[in-house]
């Protein structure tokens, strides 16, 4: 599979929207059908003077966008674009498919994976293996704060401790990455965010404030001031933002993640969007650890009484045979 570019689609009033941004040129896309292993086609252009584009995930000022076509000559030649510059190296590079991520976590966790647990499992390897062959998606330790989060949070109860941690080394290797790093990443970003206040954190994404050395510093610089095109919002990145949120003390609501959105510079629809995918997801596996926790309850209940009552049928055999001698 050719490295993940943002791909071209068809939109409204002719031309079409590449990644982050619209052409107004014709483009050849490879059909969808074709890309398992096939180059990706992909080309950018310039935006034209109705569209703002901001780089990040695929966010644009679709208020500012108009359906007429613009002319022929509002758009630099596709080779000369910043994009095209930019990215143009990354075509035709071979990375691995989602099936073959799947697959060698399979090989490195070949035990079988609790059902309430499995959707989340697969929505981290697919989601994030996506986001990772990106162009435009670079590694920080936000993001190794979500991934390490996920785990902590929607992995808590894991039956059995010892396949918890087996299970976070299996899905971190099988997406290329060091269990190890993620974890002190992660464990860095936890320190530094301990007893911070909204406005500390907003502060310390400033270019030029706070201790740079320190990872969440310089995760939250880098995606606050990054160039066009140079950052590319990923699931767990956004799970971190979150949890920073939550960290601070600051109520998760769509209003607050907006707010959180426009100093961070992480984009606004995908964050809001992600803090109700979350919330729900919590409440799914809070009602599904529940109804195992009854059930738990229930076993034991019955296994309690069932030993009572062998408990009782040997006593009484007992008296019985006192009785005889």
């Known amino acids: 599979m050719a490295a993940f570019v943002p791909a071209a689609v068809p939109v409204a009033g002719g031309g079409h929207r590449v990644g982050a941004f619209t052409a107004r040129r014709p483009l050849r896309v490879t059909p969808l059908r074709r890309l398992s292993r096939t180059t990706v086609a992909t080309a950018a252009a310039e935006p034209t003077k109705n569209t703002t584009v901001s780089g990040r995930g695929g966010k644009t ?13 509002a758009a630099a030649p596709l080779t000369e ?12 590079k071979d990375v691995p498919t989602v099936s073959e991520t799947m697959t060698k976590f399979n090989e490195l966790f070949p035990r079988p994976v ?28 936000i993001f190794a704060y979500g991934f390490d989060e996920t785990f902590n949070e929607f992995l808590q109860f894991y ?41 500390d954190i907003f502060a310390a994404s400033k270019a030029g404030a706070g201790d740079a050395s ?54 606004k629809a995908k964050l809001t969007t992600e803090l109700g995918t979350y919330e729900a997801a919590v409440e799914r596996l809070k009602a599904a650890e529940q109804l195992f926790a009854e059930i738990a309850a229930r076993d034991a209940r019955k296994t309690a009484e069932r030993l009572e009552r062998r408990a009782e049928q040997a006593a009484a055999e007992a008296t019985e045979a006192e009785k005889e001698v």
Request: proline share 5%.
């Open 81 to 92: 674009s910043k994009f095209y510059k930019k990215y143009n190296s990354y075509r035709g």
């Open 214 to 267: 320190e990872p969440a510093v310089a995760a939250l610089q880098y995606v606050a001031n990054a160039d066009e095109f140079e950052f590319y919002y990923s699931r767990l990145h956004g799970i971190g933002v979150i949890k920073l949120m939550t960290g601070a003390g600051v109520e998760l609501t769509p209003e607050n993640a907006g707010r959180w959105s426009d100093e961070l510079q992480v984009p």
């Open 61 to 73: 000022d679709s208020d500012n966008v108009t359906d007429d076509p613009a002319p022929l000559n």
């Open 114 to 141: 609790p059902s309430v647990y499995r959707n989340i499992i697969s929505e981290i390897l697919m989601t994030t293996h996506l986001a990772k062959h990106c162009a435009m998606w670079k590694y920080d330790a």
């Open 159 to 199: 039956p059995i401790e010892s396949e918890r941690t087996a299970l976070y080394h299996a899905v971190a290797n099988s997406l290329g990455f060091s269990p190890e790093e993620l974890a002190k990443d992660a464990s860095s970003v936890r320190s530094w965010a301990e007893g911070k206040s909204e406005a």
